[in-house]
Nanobody, 124 residues
Framework: QVQLAESGGGSVQPGGSLRLSCATSGFTLNHFLIGWFRQAPGKEREGVSCHSTINGAELYGDSVKGRFTTLRDDAKQMVYLQMNNTKPEDTGIYYC?????????????????WGPGTQVTVSS
């Protein structure tokens, strides 16, 4: 049974850093794409990043390029989202998601498996 679980959310001041973790189980991580998404109140879910071990491809949403980085530890079945230089508009619920495909995508409808999410609040 495929399972994902996010952790590491919380409150951070603008300009600060936060690392989110996604624990995965029930599948071989290096056969899957892992995406990070977020959803702010009243807004649609937004693609943050995608990482493929299969071909090394990475994608980042325009709003987080240069500030966020996806890290993976396939041996531990863990994926991380390193958030640097955070901004108030980064506030939202962050989700990790998985799909067995080769090409990276930031379209949430392409992902089959989702974690329950973790809240991130960026505020002074």
């Amino acid at each position: 049974q495929v399972q994902l679980a996010e952790s590491g959310g919380g409150s951070v001041q603008p300009g600060g850093s936060l690392r989110l973790s996604c624990a995965t189980s029930g599948f071989t991580l290096n056969h899957f794409l892992i995406g990070w998404f977020r959803q702010a109140p009243g807004k649609e879910r937004e693609g943050v990043s995608c990482h493929s071990t299969i071909n090394g491809a990475e994608l980042y949403g325009d709003s987080v390029k240069g500030r966020f980085t996806t890290l993976r530890d396939d041996a531990k079945q863990m994926v991380y989202l390193q958030m640097n230089n955070t901004k108030p508009e980064d506030t939202g619920i962050y989700y990790c998601a998985a799909i067995r495909r080769v090409d990276c995508t930031l379209r949430s409808s392409h992902y089959a498996f989702w974690g329950p999410g973790t809240q991130v609040t960026v505020s002074s």
